[in-house]
T-cell receptor, first 114, second 120 residues
Framework: AQTVTQSQPEMSVQEAETVTLSCTYD???????LFWYKQPPSRQMILVIR??????QNATENRFSVNFQKAAKSFSLKISDSQLGDTAMYFC???????????FGKGTSLLVTP | GAVVSQHPSWVICKSGTSVKIECRSL??????MFWYRQFPKQSLMLMAT?????????EQGVEKDKFLINHASLTLSTLTVTSAHPEDSSFYIC????????????????FGNGTRLTVT
């Protein structure tokens, strides 16, 4: 089974600054999907960004970008110009190519301070 | 966009009773839905995969007789917690892909808003 590791239980960043959340995973597959999800206090799961493993180009979505290192099995999330609304739990997730359920990491609690 | 509705959003029940949670895809059909469980300040753990018209597939360690899943139509899956106990208190979330074929997995997984279950 694939494992997803988020080594930072909690992080803090000042408003307008940049923060990077780390994620590593373990798989023997060559093709797969990786995701970052945001879970604010409302507990709604919100997709932040998605990366297909066969794509070398790192995915970006406005202020959110990833650094995908396939050989190192690393998938970090960079949040630029942090906003107070970015305060949430962030989960890294893995999905195999067959489209099975997501396998989540333990999450990183991000606090954006004024 | 694809919407998944989960009901109720919160429920309190007495120990020994059963509780049913519904997960509906409002504007799309879903062959497969997933049920997750989340304890406070922890990650989402997959409980089972709900397949329309067939038996659910449970993850290791999940009691299928306690957590009954029914996926009777392409838009509705239900999770029934039978003979609930305080340790079943948790946050339950369902999710689904918008589609009924393999191409649906190219779309993002859509989540319901979750159900907070408290067993007293």
């Amino acid at each position: 089974a694939q494992t997803v590791t988020q080594s930072q239980p909690e992080m803090s960043v000042q408003e307008a600054e940049t923060v990077t959340l780390s994620c590593t995973y373990d798989t023997s597959e060559n093709n797969y999907y990786l995701f970052w999800y945001k879970q604010p206090p409302s507990r709604q799961m919100i997709l932040v960004i998605r990366q297909e493993a066969y794509k070398q180009q790192n995915a970006t979505e406005n202020r959110f970008s990833v650094n995908f290192q396939k050989a190192a099995k690393s998938f970090s999330l960079k949040i630029s110009d942090s906003q107070l609304g970015d305060t949430a739990m962030y989960f890294c997730a893995f999905m195999n190519w067959a489209g099975y359920a997501l396998n989540f990491g333990k999450g990183t609690s991000l606090l954006v301070t004024p | 966009g694809a919407v998944v509705s989960q009901h109720p959003s919160w429920v309190i029940c007495k120990s020994g009773t059963s509780v049913k949670i519904e997960c509906r895809s409002l504007d799309f059909q879903a062959t497969t839905m997933f049920w997750y469980r989340q304890f406070p300040k922890q990650s989402l753990m997959l409980m089972a995969t709900s397949n329309e018209g067939s038996k659910a597939t449970y993850e290791q360690g999940v009691e299928k007789d306690k957590f009954l899943i029914n996926h009777a139509s392409l838009t509705l899956s239900t999770l029934t917690v039978t003979s609930a106990h305080p340790e079943d208190s948790s946050f339950y979330i369902c999710s689904a892909y918008p589609g009924t074929d393999d191409s649906s997995y190219n779309s993002p997984l859509h989540f319901g808003n979750g159900t907070r279950l408290t067993v007293t």
